[in-house]
């Protein structure tokens, strides 16, 4: 370095002072370096030794590439350091593929919650050993030592009342002690061998939910649950997340753009979804899509995180999205299909929507109503399932035509090649208006009154055809949508400005409090923009608007707006609903594992919130029956019937599985039916109809129909998804619980189900969970085993935001005693199947099974007329008014072998996923060849599935997603059905087979299969519906359309035929709790609300010490200003909040982002972190869940009849819990704990 | 000489020098990134603009004193030709400028530290009793001068005082001369070899590490690695191997 010296003076001029100049001048020569020709740098050689200090903080020894399986739909690829054998923490990974030059990039995703897991590694609340409550371990070694013979043990303990109460009414009490693996693994696999032998397999209940967040982790459970015979329950209707709509629209589950489609759309709202805090690492894609001018929407009650990105703000009130929604379809209706024809939009709804389709209309006391969908059988044509195909009148004709497409062409060998929406020559006519034509006045339900439901009466222009008097849904819609034309009788808004007849922007606003003019601007934007963009209008609908008891008529009504507009299947629009990580990619594969197709078929699957509506007793509280809920012009099949009394007709209907199913154990059925010389499906019928034979759910509190095992994995049901947790306490676990509602007084109990004077108290014999964490589901358990966590094990991980498989990757082997799912329920199995060899054999299972989705099954109900054998006092016949009974061999010494191994069902079966059956030869040889073959057993030759990596692989190889050539296999026999050409949207990877180690190296793109109706062809953007738009695939629904129009006859017992705005429920009327902003002695009557929360993923992290630090931390009520000043509470002080459900005890946050009337408590604060005795039972505060219960839709229970049809978390009853109220109120300021 | 003066005048001083000395050099040892002052001026800085100034060269005026008187001999003074009335007339004043100044800055940072919040927030006991000390020590040498030079009989520390404490310093104690000087002067030298042993384990560790480099230094260092050679594969590690056990 040259010196100052070498320079010309002045180099420095004006920069410094002289003093300081000086100085720093003479400084030079008094240490050693180079000072720099301006005097403002020094250089020097060495003297870093204090870098190692930092240096050493941030070393590592290796990088990981893992991910989180928690459910919060991000999928998020992360990088895990390891040092000295120690996880220190977590980067996000960077290497996604581009999605392309022109758009932003999916990389890095993560959020802060993410950032903080590895804290769970080694935290105090981590499961280090198996613990088993200390009360129960030591009976249980007593017992097996006396009697020499687990099983025998178990059986004592449970049968002498004394020894069982001695364990279960010490649930949730502490007392855990360590136990080894070999005494946990010992005593569950004796539970599951003496309740299989006692009460049956179908008394076993597995509980695991979303399998794209781990893969393996749910299946290998799911898997032993399958062998044995267990039902595994539904979680995504039980969640709630599970739109109700998207089946009776649809005749799908839950297809939705990945994240980049967002920046494809140029009009979004976001409706009841809090994007940057629920969906935080694909917000961006929102955000940025702005710049591109993107115009943003944000409905939500409160001043959401998501609000204030977005261009209009429309607060809503809670619940009330519905009539927005239907006021901007009235918008739409007027002035894009009424007022003036909308091409685009009328060619649309023409090929994809039932809108042209004919409805008969029938005459009843004097009323005309709507009723069924005319089909071809019902003028004359005699085709294979002609009652299975809808009709429609040619535009140019006026006559009927049966167009391609309808369900009646999905089945049989004469509908080969004609399953598919090409109208040929024919222009449907949409509406059957004509000047001066015949019209009729038909009724119509209302329900905005909050005096009660009413009758509206507006006219349709009708036709004739064959005598019968038709309409298409079109008119029908716009009669319920009040969209008047000229000449057309009954009552109709005058105008927009008209409040006084639903439908208008006018008679929102009262109830939504969003502006008439404002509604219907937004409205016009949203379509005009879906014109001139061709179709990019998108809704990002999220559980706001979707936990509601009916949820299923707001999205209705939203996703009306979509295909109105011609949105849904087009990039860029459509709906964009995300309520869990739903999305298993590769679905076969892992449908394949889970149910252990491969050995046996099929396994027992069970609708969540039934089972645990029944389990727990909630059915005993409900003092009110069917016809609160019911539509004023309901012919009343329902009336008088409980809620438990539905759930019972949909069982015995075979519309919904029911397990337990009988009051006997279905082993040996198969055996006495043999005996007695008849078939299975006589013996049952036969036995039913003598009374000898019962249902086990029309007397659920009996003890032989008790469900005896649950296992909980991957799950925090207690804390986090328990709808009526106190009941769960009280009925089904038998602990300490603070319900304080009253049972059903006698004259308002059910009709066809057992009233027991004495509801039983803890139901369970053995409540098992695996967990990382301690949780409020691990502490009311018997047996805790300890599980690795998601930088331990082997996975697979996939979801709706982005079109990736991830894998999980082991950063350090499972702690402590901790063992991977996979190796704890090997171990089970293993143990299972010893004790099996001497208690159980080979046995013969009956197996009832519901009336199934995508199978011929859904047309055993021609024209959703209800054949209830039991009303009509006929005889059921399995598989059409009664569930099907399968009889499956349950080889239960084996159960562990065949668990290890790929059975022979996959190659000679072949594996079906939504009706598409995917031959598996050629993957078979692929896994044999690359996870090694079983030597000796019953599955000898076999590809292994002995570790978490094989499975990883099979999953894989058996999935169209992941394997091109079953892409391209699936496609082709679709093909052959649709006769559309399909198989070249996945040529293009036909030779392709994901690994699991492409896994490991990078976030892998998924290939094009029939399983998904989108295409990601050529590297496109995931969008639902766009094979069916472009390539003219049916929807699989009845029409082979999207419903608008549903004609199940309990559709129109609730009112609810079309899209209709139903207010939240009344909980004053139906419980009689204070209503909405009544103050009274006790405090301030609020609506309670569980939205997620910023600082934890359900339950997950809300108890991690660095979000708790992010946070208040601890259990919080939201409430605004106004409510908080009439309960003279401030900021953080303590309330306590109580209704009939229970007592929660939690600090105000006193904040003007909320709405009066309503309070929020973020879901899933767990009783871990920092809860108090409340002071109105001296009990713990309740969690959230402390303040709901489970309220069942009856029209949810609906099965056999096309979309309406059961199928594994497509079509259930949901465990809504939005519509709560409860009492606020300030608390004495001194808690105890 | 008793076995009380001996103590206090003879044992506590070396007690309290060793601990000076090698618990500063402990400290640098053992808790160099705990060698700070833990500024608060994030917390408060108006009244630390005033106070801490104020108070750091009073304190340096202060010392500068001590070193005039205690550690220079009176002879040297007079060979200077400096005589006792000019001696005693700038020592008054610049004891009383200074301690004056050194006084009210410790008040202000005081009163700043007890009543604002985060300041008191992050005062540890550690702090509180240097407080103690300083005050204590600063609080009896201006008094002892104060209050000598007010009733006008003002002592004459030079003839006692500091030979005692030279006579330390050469390991050759003179306690008699000490315990004949007046009690102020007793307790303030008691109270500042306290403050001496306390030092090493306080903030005012930050007395050694007083940024006057910054005077002439240039702003920016850059400090390049050492040149280090490549180990080749074939060598062996160059890692410290740890005894087994």
Known sequence: ?1233 | MSAGNILLWVIVPYICIATFVLGHIWRYRYDKFGWTTRSSQLYERRLLRIGSPLFHFGILLVILGHVVGILIPESTTKALGVSEHAYHLSAVTLGTVSGVMTVAGMAILIYRRRTTGPVFSATTTNDKIMYVLLALTIGLGLATTVLGNATGAAHDYRVDVAPWFRSVLYFDPHTHLIVAAPIGFEIHAISAWLLFAFWPFSRLVHVFSAPVGYLTRPYIVYRSREAVTPRRGWEGSRLPVEPPG
């Open chain 1, 1 to 1233: 370095m040259t010196s100052v010296e070498d320079q010309p003076s002045g180099a420095t001029e004006g920069r410094m002072d002289p003093l300081t100049e000086t100085l720093v001048r003479a400084g030079r020569y008094f240490r050693p370096g180079d000072v720099s020709q301006d005097l403002r740098t020094i250089t020097r050689v060495g003297g870093r030794e204090a870098d190692s200090f930092y240096r050493d903080r941030w070393s590592h020894d290796k990088v990981v590439r893992s991910t989180h399986g928690v459910n919060c739909t991000g999928s998020c690829s992360w990088k895990v350091y390891v040092k000295d054998g120690i996880i220190t923490w977590e980067s996000q990974q960077t290497d996604y593929p581009s999605v392309g030059p022109d758009r932003p990039e999916y990389e890095p995703r993560g959020c802060p919650r993410g950032a903080a897991f590895s804290w769970y590694t080694y935290s105090p609340t981590r499961v280090r050993y198996p613990y088993i409550r200390g009360v129960l371990l030591e009976m249980f070694r007593e017992a097996r030592h006396r009697l020499g013979d687990p099983v025998a043990a178990w059986a004592e303990i449970t049968s002498d009342p004394d020894k069982r109460a001695a364990y279960v009414t010490a649930r949730g009490t502490g007392g855990f002690v360590r136990a080894t693996w070999e005494d946990a693994v010992d005593l569950v696999a004796a539970a599951h061998v003496h309740t299989i032998a006692s009460y049956g397999p179908d008394r076993i209940a597995g509980f695991s939910p979303i399998p794209a967040m781990s893969m393996v982790s749910h299946a290998v459970g799911a898997r032993f649950m399958s062998l044995i015979g267990a039902p595994m329950l539904s979680f995504y209707d039980w969640y709630a997340d599970l739109p109700v709509a998207s089946p009776q629209v649809f005749g799908d589950q839950t297809d939705v753009p990945e994240s980049g489609d967002w920046w494809d759309a140029s009009y979004l709202i976001m409706w009841g979804s809090n994007v940057p805090v629920t969906r935080t690492p694909d917000a961006h894609w929102m955000v940025e899509a702005r710049y591109r001018g993107q115009k943003v929407i944000a409905v939500s009650p409160d001043y959401a995180d998501n609000v204030k990105f977005a261009d209009e703000w429309l607060a809503a009130q809670p619940g009330t999205d519905g009539a927005l929604a239907v006021a901007m379809g009235h918008v739409i209706l007027k002035e894009f299909f009424v007022d003036r024809q909308t091409p685009a939009f009328e060619d649309y709804v023409r090929s994809y929507t039932d809108l042209p389709f004919l409805v008969e209309l029938v005459e009843r006391d004097g009323q005309w109503l709507p009723g069924k969908f005319l089909t071809a059988a019902d003028i004359g044509d005699s085709s294979q399932h002609a009652e299975w195909k809808t009709v429609l009148l040619d535009a140019a004709t006026g006559s009927a035509v049966v167009p391609n497409g309808s369900l009646g062409f999905r089945y049989g060998e004469e509908g080969e090649g004609r399953w598919n929406l090409d109208l040929g020559d024919t222009v449907p006519l949409l509406s059957a208006y004509q000047e001066g034509g015949d019209t009729r006045t038909v009724a119509l339900p209302r329900f905005d009154d909050p005096a009660g439901p009413a009758v509206m009466e507006r006219g349709v222009p009708v036709r004739t055809v064959e005598g019968r008097t038709v309409t298409t849904v079109f008119d029908l819609l716009l009669a319920a949508y009040g969209v008047a034309r000229p000449g057309l009788p009954g009552q109709w808004p005058s105008g927009y400005d008209d409040g006084s007849e639903p439908g208008t922007p006018a008679w929102q606003e009262p109830i939504t409090s969003v502006p008439a003019a404002t509604a219907a601007r937004i409205a016009r934007e949203f379509a005009a923009n879906a014109e001139v963009s061709g179709g990019r209008s998108m809704i990002i609908m999220g559980a706001g608007t979707n936990h509601w008891f009916h949820s299923d008529t707001i999205y209705r009504a939203f996703l009306a707006l979509v295909t109105l507009t011609g949105c849904q299947g087009r990039n860029g629009g459509g709906w964009a609903h995300y309520v869990g990580q739903e999305k298993v990619r590769p679905l076969t594969g892992h449908a394949q594992m889970a149910t252990a197709a491969d050995w046996q078929r099929p396994a027992r699957t069970m609708i969540g919130t039934a089972f645990f509506y029944l389990a727990t007793d909630q059915w005993r509280y409900d003092p009110f029956t069917a016809d609160a809920t019911a539509s004023p012009l309901a012919s009343g099949s329902l009336q008088g019937k409980s809620t438990v009394d539905v759930i019972a007709t949909s069982a015995r209907l075979g519309w919904m599985p029911s397990y337990p199913t009988f009051d006997r154990n279905p082993l040996g059925l198969a055996d006495r039916a043999e005996s007695s010389g008849r078939s299975v499906e006589q013996f049952v019928t036969d036995e039913i109809g003598a009374g000898r034979l019962k249902f086990a759910c029309e007397d659920p509190d009996a003890p032989e129909n008790w469900p005896r095992i649950l296992t909980v994995w991957r799950a925090n049901l207690l804390g986090s998804s328990a709808k009526g947790n106190e009941y769960f306490l009280r009925h089904l676990i038998g602990a300490d619980s603070s319900v304080r509602a009253a049972e059903t007084p006698e004259a308002d109990r059910p009709e066809d189900v057992t009233w027991r004077d004495q509801a039983p108290t803890g139901k369970l014999d053995l409540l098992l969970s695996l967990d990382f964490r301690m949780t409020s589901t691990t502490l009311f358990s018997d047996v805790v085993l300890p599980a690795a966590t998601w930088y331990e094990k082997h996975d697979l991980s996939s979801t709706d935001m982005h079109p990736f498989v991830h894998a999980f990757t082991p950063a350090i082997s499972p702690p402590w005693q901790t063992r991977t799912d996979f190796d704890a329920f090997s171990a089970v199995a293993a143990r299972f199947s010893q004790l099996a060899e001497d208690h159980l054999g080979v046995r013969r299972d009956v197996v009832a099974v519901p009336l199934t989705h995508d199978t011929p099954d859904e047309m055993a109900t021609p024209h959703g007329v209800v054949d209830d054998w039991r009303v009509e006092g006929t005889t059921p016949v399995p598989g059409r008014n009664f569930p099907k009974l399968v009889v499956v061999e349950r080889d239960y010494p084996n159960v562990a072998a065949k668990l290890a191994a790929l059975g022979p069902l996959a190659e000679r079966l072949g594996a079906t996923t939504k009706g598409v059956t995917f031959e598996l030869g050629a993957a078979v040889q692929y896994l044999a060849a690359k996870n090694g073959r079983t030597v000796g057993g019953v599955a000898d030759g076999r590809p292994l599935l002995a570790r978490d990596q094989h499975m990883c692989e099979a999953i894989l190889a058996l999935s169209g997603t992941t394997n091109g050539q079953l892409a391209v296999q699936g496609f082709k026999a679709l093909e052959r059905r649709t006769g559309v050409r399909l198989a070249d949207l996945a040529a293009e990877h036909e030779g392709k087979q994901i690994t699991f180690a492409d896994t490991q190296s990078r976030p892998t793109p998924v290939i094009t299969s029939p399983e998904w109706s989108g295409s990601e062809h050529g590297g496109r953007r995931y969008s639902a519906f766009v094979i069916n738009v472009e390539r003219l695939k049916p929807w699989h629904t009845l029409t082979g359309r999207q419903h608008f129009y549903l004609d199940h006859d309990w559709m129109a017992e609730v009112g609810e035929q079309l899209p209709v705005f139903r207010p939240p429920l009344d909980m004053h009327q139906l419980f009689g709790e204070p209503r909405i902003g009544a103050m009274g002695e006790l405090g301030v009557t609020v609506r309670y609300l569980t939205p997620h929360s910023k600082w934890s993923i359900h339950s997950e992290y809300q108890d991690n010490l660095l979000m708790l630090s992010l946070s208040r931390g601890g259990p919080t009520i939201w409430m605004s200003p106004a409510d908080a000043e009439r309960i003279s509470v401030s900021d953080n002080e303590w309330i306590e909040a109580v209704n009939r459900n229970g007592v929660i005890v939690a600090r105000a946050i006193v904040s003007h982002r909320m709405p009066e009337g309503t309070v929020y408590m973020y879901h899933a604060q767990e009783r871990v972190v920092d809860v108090p005795l409340a002071e109105t039972t001296g009990k713990r505060g309740g969690i959230h869940n402390s303040g709901t219960r489970l309220l069942i839709k009856p029209s949810h229970l609906i099965g056999g009849y096309a979309q309406l049809s059961y199928a594994f978390n497509y079509l259930g009853p949901t465990g809504n819990q939005r519509d709560e109220v409860t009492v606020i109120r300030r608390r004495g300021q001194e808690v105890t704990y």
